[in-house]
């Protein structure tokens, strides 16, 4: 393998599974995640002779959130294709409902929305990184954080009344 190659496998090798949980964030189902960052790293080696190493993360989010962006834009229905139904295990004694409901309501957020959240809260970029992460305006990141946030207070609030009877967005109130 050559000097380039190498460089581009070190850095896969190390930065598949933060890849990976960034796209699990975006869209919330592993199987796709993973396709979203290999989807990534493949885009990301086209162009790996012109990446700069000390920009190689923000490289990545940028084009992971991109393609995650690209899927939902060209409005592809995901379908899973299989012989069987598959089991779901059953949930841990220490199952966390909470975080589980968190999950749900943030993937029921529009895909922009959702991708701005996760760039701002989950990755804690500043509104300058993430508009230059989305190739946008910071004034549009700030409109689709506000919007983001009611959204999926409104998703939360809706699926934790559903679990358990309670109108109430416990795990989000200082996000306003």
């Known amino acids: 393998m050559g000097r380039r190659q190498d460089e581009f496998a070190e850095f896969f090798a190390a930065r598949f599974d933060f890849a990976r ?10 199987a796709e995640a993973e396709e979203l960052a290999q989807t990534a790293f493949v885009r990301m ?3 790996w002779g012109r990446v700069r190493t000390e920009t190689a993360d923000a490289y990545l989010r940028t ?8 899927t ?6 995901r379908e899973q294709v299989m012989a ?3 089991d779901r295990a059953a949930p841990e004694t220490g199952y966390d409902h909470e975080r589980e409901t968190l999950i749900a ?3 029921s ?3 922009r929305q959702r991708a701005v959240l996760v760039l701002r809260f989950l990755q804690d970029l500043s509104i300058e990184q993430a508009a230059s992460t989305l190739g946008c305006s910071t004034g549009t990141v700030k409109s689709q954080t506000t919007r ?12 934790s009344g559903e679990l358990s009877g309670q109108q109430g967005l416990t795990g989000l109130a200082g996000y306003a």
């Open 63 to 70: 084009v992971l959130t991109r393609a995650f962006l690209d």
């Open 109 to 111: 957020v529009p895909a």
């Open 21 to 30: 949980r960034i796209a699990y964030a975006l869209c919330g189902n592993w």
């Open 84 to 86: 069987e139904v598959p």
């Open 72 to 77: 939902r834009r060209r409005g592809r229905a």
């Open 148 to 159: 983001g946030l009611a959204n999926l207070r409104k998703a939360y609030q809706a699926l």
């Open 105 to 107: 309501a943030l993937a």
């Open 45 to 47: 080696y086209a162009h």
